[in-house]
C-alpha cells in the first residue's frame, strides 16, 4: 500500500513541479520563520532560567508612597534589606546585593596595570559595567569562573572578579589571578577571578564585579538609601507568598522611624528572578527589560506566517484537485475505495510538508549567522539542534500540517461524483467557494495587518530618531573627565579648556556628571518651601558648569545662567536658613515642583534633599526642556546644580569642524599632557544616544522581517490561487467572450473579484491593526500620529500584490479562443 | 444572402501530418434559411459552426458574413460583428452557474451598453415569451436540463441576432423537452430568425429546410 502511495506521490509531483515546488517553498518558508520567531520567543522567555535553583531565586522588591499617593515599585532596596532578612528569616538560605559603581562611588576612576614588559593599560571605569557584589552572588547565581575560587573571590575588600574579555584587555596572555589593578594610581585592587562570557539572556550584565565588602561596613545597616538590588534565596519549598505575609512586620521594625518622621509606607515583594525580564518594569530597573506584549505579538506573527502557509498549501491543492478530478475519477470507477484515496492524498499532504520541513531545516541553519545579526545577539546556534524539543514541534508539525492541510482537499476530491467527473462536469460546492474566500480573506487580512503594523512600528521609529531632541546632539564629542586629580585640578582644568579653546574647530566644553542618553542615576526630592517633609516631588539631579547652556544649545528660558562665583555656594552641612545655593531647573521641573509659570519659579527658594540632607537653594534659571532618554520616556524633570569640578564625570565638546579626526587627535595630544595618568577615551553623544533604541531598533527588524517573509509567502499563494481561479472560470469567461465581452472587461473579471476580497479584508484587518498599534503607541511618551496613509498603504500594496499574482493567469484565458473550451464533449 | 463561404480549409499539423478538419467547404446560407448539420462524430460539425460564429478562424478560402469579408477582417472587427449578428446555443447549455436566470439572460445586453431600463424590458418580454417569469431568480442549476437551454436559448435571442447557430441544442435532453426546443426553433425561423443547427437526430433534422452531410471535414451533399 505504502509502496503504491509513494509511487503515485512522485508521478503526481514530477506531473505538476510548478505546483509542487510553490507549495513546498511556501511552506518551507513559512516554518523557517516560525522556527525563527520560536528560537526567539524562547531565548527572550528563557532569561535567567540558567541558575542554579533558579525556582528559589527572588529579588526584593521597594514599593512605597514616598512623596505621592499611591504605592510605586522600585527595583533596587536598601542595602541593610538583604542581611537583615537572612538573620531575621530562617526561610532565607542566602542573599547578595548588587549596586551599579556611580552610586556608591560617583566620581568615576581609571584601573592600570603595567604589562611584564613595561607598557601601563589604563582604562576609565565609565567604559565598563562595574558592579559591587556580595560573594554569595557567585553562588548563588551562575557566573563560571574560570579562574578563581568562587567561595571567596569577592570577601576580601579591595578584590575584584573581572571578564575574559577585561583581563585580556589589561593582562594579554600574562595570568591575572592575584595581580593587581590600581585604581586612581593609588589604590591596588586584587583580581581573584576571571569569568567566563555571560551568556546574553541574562538581566545581569556586567564586566567587572567589586567585593561588596570594599564599601564603608554603614552600608549593611543603611536602611535609606534605596539603590542597591537585593537578592535572595529561599530554602527549598518555601512558599513566597508566606514569607512576603511576614514582611509587613518586618519592614515596621526596621523602617517606622523613617516612615513616620517622612509619612510614607513601604511594602517589600519577592519577585522571581526568572520573571525579571519579561514582567518587570519598575523603577530601576537593572536593564530596560522586554514586555510580554511584544512577545506575545511575535508568537502571534509566528502563528499567522505558519498559517499563511497553511491556507496556501490548502487553497493551492484544492485547486489542484480540480485538475485531479479527472484522476480520482477514473480510480472511482475503477473501483479504488474511497479510504485508499484520502489516504493517497493525505499521504501526498504529508510528505509535501516533510519536504518543507527539511528545506526549512536547512534554511535556519543557514541563517544562524544572519539572524543573530539581525537582531544583535546570540539566538541561534547548531546546538538549537541537540535540543529534543524543536524536533517534537517540528514532527508535530510535519503530521498536525499534513494531515490539517491535506484533509480538506482530500475530503473534497474523494467525495467527487465520478460521472460527473468523467463528464469533464465539475461542479464545486458553493460551501467550498466560500470556504476557500474565507480562507484568502484571513490571508490577506493578516498580510494587511502585518504590514500596517510594521509600518506602524517603522514611522514610530524613525519619527525618534529624526525628533529635535532639544539639544546639539550631532557636533558633541564625550571625553571621561580625568580621574586622577587633585586640589590643582581646577587649575589645571582651565588651562587645559583655554588652550583647547585657543582652537578655532573647538566652540565650548562642558563639564558634567552625566550625558544624555541614559536615566540620570541621582535624583532625589524637590520641594517649595511651603510643602511639608515627605510630600516633595523626585527630580533627577545633574551638575553640570556654566558652559553646558552653550555646549549643548539649550535655550534659557528665563533668569540667567551659572556663572564662576555659583560655584561651591552649596551648603554642605544643610542647614535650611542659608540659601544661598543657587540652582537652575528645566521647564518640567518647574512644573511637578508646582509653579504655574517658569517666570513664577525664577528667584523661588527650594528645598533640594541630596546626599542625605536637605538645601534650601534659589532658582537662578529655568531652560528648555530636552531629551535625556530616549522618547520613549516623557522630558525628566531635572534641578541643575554647579558642583566643583570634581563632580563631573565627562567632558562634551562642541566641535564646528568637519575634519573630525584630526580634531579628536588634536584634544587626544593635549589631554595626554594635561592629564596622563587618565586613558583618553571618547564617543559621539548621537551613537551614544541612539544606543537606547537598540531594542526598538531590533524589534523594528524582526518585525520587518516577518512581514517581507508573510508577504512573501502570502504571494506565492496568491499566485497559485490566481491560477487556480482563472482556471476554473475560463469557461465563464469563454461564454461571456461568446456573448459579447470586450478583451479587457475579460481580462479585469478575476481581479475584480479579488478586489473585493481585498476590500473586505481591509475592513477586518484595518480597524484591529488601529486598535493593537494605538495600544502599542502608549508605550512612548513621544509617538507619532496615526494617520490614514498607513493603513491604505499595506492595502494599495497588497492590492497590487494580488493583482500583479493572477494577471498572468487572467493575461492567459482571455487570449484563448473560446471555440477550444466550448466544444460539446 | 446572409453569408457565403468558399474554399475554405482548416487544418492543423500533427507529428509532420496535416491533418484536414475542414476540407474544401463550399457553403451559401440565406437569410430565413433554417439548416441542419449532421454526420458522424469527429466529422468536424462543431468545427464548422464555430468557424461560421467565427469563434474560430480558418487557414485557406474565403468567407463573407452579410457582405464582409470576415478573413480579411481585424479581430475586434470580427468580434464586433458576432457580437451584433449572431446568437449561440451549446449543447451543454454555457450558462454561468454564479449568475441568475434573470442575469444570464441579460448578460449579452451589458456587453452592447444598453441602458439599464432598455435591459429591463428586454429581459422581461424574454422571459414573457419563454414562459419563465416565475424562475428568473433562480440559479440555473436549480433547473431542469430542457428549462436551462430554455435559457440559454432566450439569452441567444436577446439581443435580437439575424443567425442561431445551435450545436446540438438537444443532446442532453430527453425526447419530449427535444421536440419542444425543435417547436421553438421552428416558430423562431418563421419569426424571420435564420438557423443552424448540429443534430444526430434524423427527426430533428426534418424540421429545418436543408441538411448538411458532413464526413472528414468534407460536404458530401446537400438536400
Ligand atoms: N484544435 C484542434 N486541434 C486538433 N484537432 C482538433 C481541433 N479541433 C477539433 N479537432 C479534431 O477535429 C475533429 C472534428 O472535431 P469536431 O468538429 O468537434 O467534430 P464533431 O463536432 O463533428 O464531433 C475531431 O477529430 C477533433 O478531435
Ligand atoms: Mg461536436
Known amino acids: 500500500m505504502l509502496r503504491n502511495y509513494f509511487k503515485i506521490t512522485l508521478r503526481v509531483f514530477l506531473k505538476n513541479r510548478l505546483f509542487t515546488a510553490i507549495n513546498v517553498l511556501g511552506l518551507a518558508i513559512g516554518i523557517t520563520a516560525y522556527m525563527l520567531i520560536t528560537q526567539y520567543v524562547n531565548f527572550e522567555s528563557n532569561y535567567d532560567n540558567y541558575h542554579p535553583q533558579v525556582d528559589n531565586l527572588y529579588r526584593v522588591t521597594y514599593n512605597h508612597t514616598y512623596g505621592r499617593k499611591d504605592f510605586v515599585g522600585v527595583a533596587a532596596n536598601h542595602p541593610a534589606v538583604g542581611p537583615a532578612l537572612k538573620q531575621d528569616f530562617t526561610e532565607v538560605e542566602s542573599f547578595a546585593r548588587l549596586v551599579e559603581r556611580p552610586i556608591v562611588m560617583r566620581r568615576a576612576f581609571v584601573l592600570s596595570y603595567t604589562r611584564n614588559n613595561g607598557t601601563r593599560i589604563k582604562s576609565n571605569v565609565n567604559d565598563d559595567k562595574v558592579y559591587f557584589a556580595d560573594n554569595a552572588f557567585l553562588n548563588m547565581f551562575r557566573v563560571n569562573l574560570l579562574k578563581g575560587d568562587p567561595d571567596v573571590a569577592l570577601k576580601e575588600p579591595n578584590s575584584i572578579i573581572i571578564s575574559e574579555e577585561v583581563a585580556k584587555r589589561f593582562f594579554g596572555n600574562e595570568d591575572p589571578i592575584n595581580k593587581n589593578l590600581i585604581a586612581n594610581n593609588n589604590m591596588p585592587i586584587k583580581i581573584l577571578g576571571v569569568f567566563e562570557k555571560l551568556p546574553d539572556n541574562t538581566h545581569l550584565k556586567f564586566d567587572i564585579l567589586v567585593s561588596f565588602s570594599t564599601l564603608s561596613p554603614n552600608t549593611d545597616t543603611t536602611w535609606v538609601w534605596p539603590e542597591f538590588y537585593n537578592y535572595v534565596r529561599l530554602k527549598p519549598g518555601t512558599d513566597p507568598k508566606v514569607l512576603e505575609s511576614k514582611f509587613p512586620s518586618f519592614t515596621n521594625k526596621y523602617l517606622s522611624e523613617i516612615m513616620e518622621e517622612y509619612n510614607f509606607k513601604t511594602k517589600f515583594e519577592l519577585q522571581p528572578v526568572k520573571d525579571i525580564h519579561l514582567k518587570s518594569h519598575l523603577r530601576n530597573e537593572i536593564e530596560a527589560n522586554a514586555s510580554e506584549g511584544t512577545l506575545n505579538f511575535l508568537r502571534i506573527i509566528g502563528l499567522f506566517v505558519i498559517l499563511i502557509a497553511l491556507i496556501n498549501f490548502i487553497n493551492l491543492s484544492t485547486a489542484k484537485s480540480v485538475e485531479r478530478a479527472m484522476e480520482v475519477g477514473l480510480k472511482k470507477v475503477v473501483g479504488i475505495s474511497k479510504k485508499a484515496l484520502i489516504g493517497q492524498f493525505l499521504f501526498e499532504s504529508v510528505i509535501i510538508n516533510f519536504l518543507a520541513t527539511l528545506i526549512a531545516i536547512l534554511l535556519v541553519s543557514l541563517l544562524i549567522k544572519p539572524f543573530n545579526q539581525l537582531v544583535g545577539l546570540n539566538i541561534l546556534s547548531m546546538d538549537m539542534w541537540l535540543d529534543y524539543h524543536i524536533w517534537i514541534q517540528l514532527i508535530g508539525l510535519v503530521l498536525l500540517g499534513g494531515i490539517l492541510a491535506g484533509a480538506y482537499p482530500a475530503f473534497i476530491l474523494s467525495g467527487f461524483k465520478p460521472i460527473q467527473v468523467l463528464k469533464g462536469k465539475f461542479h464545486q460546492s458553493g460551501q467550498g467557494v466560500l470556504m476557500r474566500k474565507i480562507l484568502v480573506v484571513a490571508q490577506f487580512s493578516i498580510s494587511i495587518a502585518l504590514i500596517a503594523g510594521t509600518f506602524i512600528v517603522n514611522s514610530q521609529f524613525s519619527f525618534m530618531q529624526d525628533q529635535e531632541l532639544g539639544y546639539d546632539v550631532e557636533h558633541n564629542l564625550i571625553v571621561n573627565a580625568p580621574t586622577i586629580i587633585d586640589t590643582t585640578i581646577t587649575h589645571k582644568m582651565m588651562a587645559f579648556k583655554n588652550e583647547l579653546l585657543r582652537n578655532p574647530k573647538i566652540n565650548s566644553i562642558a563639564t558634567t556628571d552625566e550625558i544624555p542618553g541614559r536615566k540620570i542615576t541621582k535624583y532625589n526630592t524637590a520641594r517649595q518651601l511651603h510643602i511639608r517633609k515627605g510630600e516633595g516631588v523626585r527630580c533627577s539631579q545633574l551638575s553640570i558648569n556654566h558652559d553646558f547652556l552653550e555646549t549643548y544649545k539649550i535655550k534659557l528660558l528665563t533668569g540667567r545662567n551659572f556663572r564662576l562665583a555659583d560655584k561651591s555656594l552649596y551648603d554642605y552641612n544643610g542647614s535650611q536658613e542659608k540659601g544661598k545655593g543657587k540652582i537652575m531647573i528645566n521647564k518640567a521641573a518647574s512644573k511637578k515642583i508646582g509653579f504655574l509659570t517658569i517666570e513664577e519659579a525664577l528667584g523661588k527658594q527650594i528645598i533640594v534633599d541630596r546626599d542625605g540632607k536637605e538645601h534650601r537653594v534659589e532658582i537662578i534659571g529655568v531652560m528648555d526642556d530636552y531629551h535625556q532618554e530616549s522618547l520613549r520616556n516623557d522630558f525628566d524633570p531635572i534641578v541643575f546644580f554647579y558642583f566643583d569640578f570634581f563632580a563631573s564625570s565627562y567632558l562634551t565638546i562642541n566641535l564646528n569642524t568637519s575634519d573630525i579626526q584630526s580634531t579628536i587627535a588634536i584634544i587626544e595630544n593635549k589631554f595626554e599632557s594635561f592629564f596622563p595618568l587618565d586613558p583618553f577615551n571618547y564617543f559621539f553623544l548621537e551613537e551614544h544616544f541612539n544606543k537606547q533604541y537598540q531594542a526598538d531598533l531590533k524589534f523594528s527588524k524582526i518585525c520587518n522581517l516577518f512581514a517581507i517573509l508573510a508577504i512573501f509567502i502570502a504571494t506565492l499563494g496568491l499566485f497559485g490561487l490566481g491560477s487556480y481561479m482563472a482556471m476554473r472560470r475560463t469557461k465563464e469567461l469563454c461564454v461571456r467572450k461568446v456573448l459579447g465581452a470586450s478583451k479587457p472587461h475579460v481580462l479585469f473579471l478575476i481581479p475584480k473579484s479579488l478586489l473585493v476580497l481585498v476590500f473586505v479584508s481591509g475592513l477586518i484587518a484595518i480597524p484591529v491593526t488601529h486598535f493593537i498599534a494605538s495600544e502599542w503607541l502608549t508605550n512612548y511618551a513621544f509617538r507619532v500620529s496615526m494617520n490614514l496613509w498607513m493603513f491604505i498603504a499595506p492595502l494599495l500594496l497588497v492590492t497590487v500584490v494580488a493583482l500583479i499574482s493572477v494577471l498572468p493567469e487572467s493575461l492567459r484565458v482571455t487570449l484563448v479562443k473560446p471555440a477550444n473550451y466550448l466544444r460539446n464533449e | ?223
Not at chain 2, 42 to 54: A, C, H, Q, R
Not at chain 2, 92 to 104: F, G, K
Not at chain 2, 177 to 189: A, D, P, S, T
Request: aromatic fraction near 8%; glycine fraction near 8%.
Open chain 2, 1 to 223: 444572402m446572409l453569408l457565403q463561404i468558399k474554399d475554405l480549409f482548416k487544418w492543423v499539423n500533427s507529428g509532420g501530418n496535416r491533418i484536414f478538419l475542414l476540407n474544401d467547404i463550399e457553403l451559401t446560407v440565406n437569410e430565413g434559411d433554417f439548416i441542419s448539420i449532421m454526420g458522424p462524430s469527429g466529422s468536424g460539425k462543431t468545427t464548422l459552426l464555430n468557424v461560421i460564429g467565427m469563434l474560430d478562424d480558418f487557414n485557406e478560402g474565403e468567407y463573407s458574413f452579410l457582405h464582409e469579408p470576415v478573413h480579411k477582417l481585424k479581430e475586434k472587427h470580427r468580434a464586433n460583428l458576432y457580437k451584433e449578428y449572431i446568437g449561440f446555443v451549446f449543447q451543454s447549455y454555457h450558462l454561468i452557474d454564479e449568475l441568475t436566470v434573470y442575469e444570464n439572460i441579460e448578460t449579452p445586453l451589458l456587453y452592447k451598453n444598453y441602458k439599464s431600463s432598455e435591459r429591463k424590458s428586454l429581459v422581461a418580454d424574454m422571459l414573457d415569451r419563454f414562459n419563465i417569469v416565475g424562475k428568473k431568480d433562480l440559479f440555473p442549476t436549480q433547473l431542469s436540463g430542457g428549462q436551462q437551454q430554455i435559457v440559454g436559448i432566450a439569452r441567444a435571442l436577446i439581443s435580437n441576432p439575424k443567425l442561431i447557430l445551435a450545436d446540438e441544442p438537444t443532446g442532453n435532453l430527453n425526447s419530449k423537452q427535444g421536440e419542444e426546443i425543435m417547436n421553438l426553433f421552428k416558430q423562431l425561423n418563421d419569426e424571420g430568425v435564420t438557423i443552424i443547427q448540429v443534430t444526430h437526430s434524423e427527426k430533428n433534422a426534418t424540421y429545418g429546410s436543408r441538411i448538411i452531410n458532413l464526413l472528414d471535414g468534407r460536404i458530401i451533399n446537400t438536400v
